[in-house]
Structures are given as C-alpha cells and as structure tokens.
C-alpha cells in the first residue's frame, strides 16, 4: 500500500491529448493527486510527476503522443512519468520502451492511478498495468473545466460499434455509462461552483444507458432541470442515435443549446457500408432536415473522413455532393489513417496521399463557405452569448447559444457572463461576428 504522505508538496504537470473526453479524465487523475497533497506546477517549475493521457485516432496521433512524452521528460528531468490514454492502451509496449516513463496504465487502470506510483520511485524501464479490451468494464466520472468557461462532463465511455476503420473499442472498451443520477449530481457541483454551460462528452453518447438501463434521452431531461446551468452542448452524437423525441425536447428545452454534432463519415453510401457503419444518407439528411424544421438557426456540424479504403472517385464525388446539399453550418474533416488490427485494411482499393490532400481539400473549401454563410445568416439577430476568458489583441470572444463566435473589446466583467447580443457582420478575417 502506497504511503501518501511521499506526495505532500509534490508538484505534478499533466498533458492532455485528443479528445475532450481525455480532458475530462486527466482533469480526474488530477483531483486524485490533489486530494494526496500533489499541487499543479506552474510555468517554469520543474514537476516531480508527469502525466500524459494519450491519443490514437490515427498513425500522426502515435507519433504525436511519442514525441510529447520525450518532450516532457526533457523538460522535467527525474520525474516520475505517467503514461496513460488510448495509445499506452493499444500499444503500451512501445511507450514502456521510451528511455524515462515508469508507468503505462491502461484504460482500466488510468483512473485509479494512485495504486499504481509504487512510492514514486524511477524504474530502469517503463512498467505496464493494462487489461485485455473485455475486461474493461469501470467507469469513473470525469468532469473538466477547460481555459475557458464550460466544463465537459463524461457521461458515457466505450463503443459497441466496431466500424471497420476504427480502434476505439479496442482502446476504451464496451459502452458503459454512469447513472442519471449522478451525473445531476456533477452536474449541480458544476453549477455551485459558478458554471454556466456543461458540454455531455462520450465515445458513444447516444449509447447511454447501457449498464443502467436507462436511456441518453432520460439523461437529457433531468440534466435540463438542473437550476444553475446556463445551457448544455451535446457533443458527437451518432445520427441513428440521435432520436427525433431528442431533437423535439433540445427545440422546447430551458438549458440545451440548438447546437448538434453529427458524425457522417461519408456521403456515399457504398462507402458508409464499407465502413460499416448503422446507417445510410436518407437517414443522415433527415436528421438534418428534422432539426432545421423546428431549429432554423441551428448550428449543425459534421464529421467526414475523406481518402478510407474503397473510396473510389466516384464514391468522393457522391460524397462531395451530398454535403453540398445540406444544410449544415461547418465540416470537421479528417484524413484517413489506416490502424493496425482494423476491418478496413482487407479493403483492396487504396487512396494515394496526394489525393486524400485534394479531397480534404475540397471540403474544407465547403466547410469555410458554409460557415461564413452560417455566420452571416444571423446578422440583425439577437442571441444570447457566453463571453469566455481568452483575450488576444485586446479582444474577447464567446459563443452564442446556437454556436456563432463572438467579438467585442476586452471587458473582464463580462468573463463568464451570460448576456443578449445584438449580432453584426464579421470579423477583418471573417473567423467570427461582431457586435451591433
């Protein structure tokens, strides 16, 4: 049994990569090591521990995570490193191997970290405490505050799906979820602590309920009656999952904002059966149209992988289209990197790179047009904006609740502030919307 009191006037300094869901949870390995006398270092000091919570959506996201734990084992010689996240999970072995780490945890050790310091004493190489995919089963609640005003809460981990380019279920294991109940608990913290917009993160979200037999929908109504809470985000939801009760609940709701995350993959349905996902672009274009009936000034954003195996030029192109023809408000597109252990590589058909840049691309030319239309569809509006911490060039940015970004001169009574706007045109480098 470890001696706590070896952590007293300890200084610990933590990096987060990937997801907000990572956020989350570094932000509970923290408080952990807080609660034993461990303090956060500040710039400049040199940190006895070091924690680093790893991604491994694609094969950058592995080298990213590599060179970020040698960075930070440079910068604090002799700390005691923590390597934990989807990547120590996948591969723990080659993080075990880096000159300097002690520990890798994986994800069902990352949140019990304080059983595993062994004293704090340095090790010769890397120690590893992973558990086989099956056997990952705990959830441990995570809420974060980023550097700025909302907090994310975790709400759900693991997937069922298996899509066939995807290694997240290897990395985090089954859907499980906490409990309604609990997370109205987190969420009242939240809001005694002076917070004003919660955004509900997951792997899965929309597959709430799994381990207790509730349903995300079930989550959503009693969150909304938490006093306090100025508004909620829903992030990444899938569109089967994405129920029309939810879509008509967020439309007449006091505190979920009219602000939807939906992964498409792609617009091609021969590619979306490749990727083996749970629906097809009839589906996705009436969820789309369902929202934008009740929600006209909604924000829809969109997940699309361009350049997976078996897309084809002509499978691009039904792609390229069928996101011309929604109405959506920005793209999120990310370049396919083919994972190790993954259904996707029996697919013959392989993009060359060169390609996969000029489709990326081409939706990113759609995303921008359709955002700066988005934007500008609001001008005259009056919405109700959150004004967060951040300042550059003297100016303050926020975000209304149907997710346009705004600026106005720095005012530090604002911070944190829920308040109408009058909304204008935008920006000199039309990154946002100025005040009326």
């Known amino acids: 049994m470890t001696d706590n009191t070896i952590f007293e006037n300890k200084l610990a300094t933590y990096l987060t990569l990937g997801c907000k869901l990572n956020f989350a949870e570094t932000s509970a390995i923290g408080k952990q090591l807080s609660e034993v006398g461990v303090r956060k270092a500040r710039e400049g000091e040199v940190a006895h521990i070091c924690v680093i919570n790893t991604c491994s959506v694609t094969e950058f996201a592995d080298k990213k995570c ?32 880096i000159e300097g780490v002690d520990i890798v945890l994986g994800a069902e050790q990352k949140l019990d970290v304080i059983a ?16 086989k995919t099956n056997h990952i089963k705990t959830f441990v609640p995570s809420c974060s505050k980023d550097d700025r005003t909302r907090y994310f809460l975790k709400v759900q981990d693991g997937c069922d799906y298996f899509c066939s380019f995807c290694t997240i279920p290897f990395a985090r294991g089954r859907s499980r979820n906490g409990s309604v109940a609990d997370l109205v608990k987190q969420a009242e913290e939240v809001a005694a602590n002076g917070g004003k917009e919660i955004v509900l993160t997951g792997v899965n979200i929309g597959d709430f309920g799994k381990t207790t037999g509730e349903t995300f929908f079930d989550l959503v109504k009693a969150l909304d009656n938490v006093d306090g809470i100025a508004r909620y985000r829903i992030s990444s939801i899938e569109p089967n999952l994405l129920t029309d009760e939810i879509i008509e609940f967020v439309a007449q709701s006091k505190r979920f904002a009219p602000h939807f995350h939906i992964p498409l993959q792609s617009g091609s349905d021969s590619v979306l059966k490749l990727m083996k ?7 996705f274009r009436h969820k789309v149209e369902k929202i934008k009936s009740i929600l006209p000034h909604a924000f829809i954003g969109v997940d699309v992988i361009v350049g997976t195996r078996g897309e084809t030029d002509e499978y691009f192109e039904e792609c390229r289209q069928f996101i011309e023809s929604l109405d959506i408000s920005q793209l999120h597109v990310f370049t396919y990197s083919e994972r190790p252990n993954t259904q996707a590589l029996k697919i013959e058909h392989i993009v060359d790179v060169k390609t996969k840049h000029a489709r990326s691309k081409a939706l990113l030319d759609i995303s921008d047009r359709k955002l700066r239309d988005f ?3 609001q001008k005259g509006l009056l919405r109700k904006a959150l004004f967060e911490h951040s300042v550059h060039d003297n100016k303050m940015y926020g975000f209304t609740e149907n997710y346009v970004k705004i600026e106005r001169e720095y005012d530090e009574r604002l911070v944190n502030v829920v308040g109408e706007v009058h909304l204008g045109g935008l920006n000199i480098e039309g990154t946002a919307v100025v005040l009326q």
């Open 66 to 97: 590599r060179q970020a734990v040698r960075k930070l084992i440079k910068e604090n010689p002799g700390a005691y490193v923590i390597v934990t996240g989807c990547y120590a999970q996948l591969k723990p072995d080659d993080i075990a191997s």
């Open 116 to 131: 595993y310091l062994d004293e704090l004493k340095k090790k010769e190489k890397g120690t590893v405490f992973t558990s």
């Open 375 to 377: 934007y500008l569809s």
């Open 277 to 283: 996902r749970k629906y097809d672009t009839a589906l």
